[in-house]
């Protein structure tokens, strides 16, 4: 049983060692450019928005986390909020992991966020902070498909392949970040799931295999994820979008 009578503090941990390779080449991903600022940066923006989260880990490249805290501390950030940079893994669970290990033991719920998911409202963060609060496990933004899906047996590239099924879509989300833990069962699944290959790339999957429960709670459309240069287009539109309507 935790101590109800200690606060409640949220931590963000965002996974940024990743190389970004649909971007092409170039920088690691989570240094690309939006608006002059680096994604990432963006990214933990994006967290530190948020009033309930007191700290946000930075998960860098195995060699580049001195870079990753000069990045920081060379952009404005929330004061009230708490900053740290640790070296990843060689894999998105690893680095996660990592990332837990280095949380404060007075963090009560975790946030695990995609730093090329840079422009997520801060709305969903509070929501998804808010149904962990209220005792969820492990909570995802998600929203509905617009598109019908196939299930198909994969062949080669360029190759037709032969569908197998079309699931019924109204049971059907697309997943997004921040995904919202607490803090115990997120550390119980990456303590009791070894990284098997590429490891997990979805942590409340990892929750899923423990048999606990995950929730979903409304995603946002301006909460997906920059993977391709038609993202890093519609990601600028955005911003755009924001700076006519907050006049900044």
């Not at 989260?53 to 000069?70: F, I, Q, R, T, Y």
């Not at 498909?145 to 299930?151: G, I, N, P, Q, R």
């Not at 098997?196 to 709670?217: H, K, R, S």
């Amino acid at each position: 049983m935790s101590d109800q009578s200690r606060p409640y503090r949220t931590a963000a941990v965002i996974p940024a060692a990743g190389r970004g390779v649909r971007l092409g080449p170039g920088a690691p991903k989570a240094l690309r450019v939006l608006s002059g600022t680096p994604m990432l940066i963006h990214a933990v923006r994006a967290m530190a928005a948020s009033r309930s989260v007191s700290l946000v880990v930075v998960v860098a490249p195995p060699d580049g986390a001195s870079e990753v805290k000069n990045l920081l501390d060379e952009h404005a950030l929330p004061e009230r909020t708490d900053y740290l940079v640790v070296p990843g893994g060689d894999t998105r669970q690893e680095s996660v992991g990592l990332g837990l290990a280095a949380l404060p033991e007075d963090i009560s719920a975790v946030l695990v966020h995609d730093a090329a998911r840079p422009l997520v409202p801060v709305d969903t963060v509070d929501s998804v902070i808010e149904a962990v609060r209220d005792g969820a496990p492990a909570v995802v933004p998600a929203l509905p498909l617009a598109d019908t899906v196939k299930e198909v047996e994969p062949g080669a590239p360029g190759d037709p392949e032969p569908v197998i099924g079309t699931p019924v879509r109204a049971r059907l989300r697309a997943v997004q970040t921040p995904q919202g833990f607490d803090r115990d069962t997120l550390v119980r699944a990456h303590e009791t799931l070894a990284v098997d290959g590429e490891g997990a790339t979805d942590d409340a999957g990892m929750v899923e295999q423990l048999g606990a429960p995950v929730v979903v709670v409304p995603g946002h459309e301006e909460a997906f994820k920059v993977t391709r240069p038609l993202d890093l287009v519609l990601a600028e539109a955005v911003l755009a979008r924001r700076r006519a309507n907050d006049g900044f």
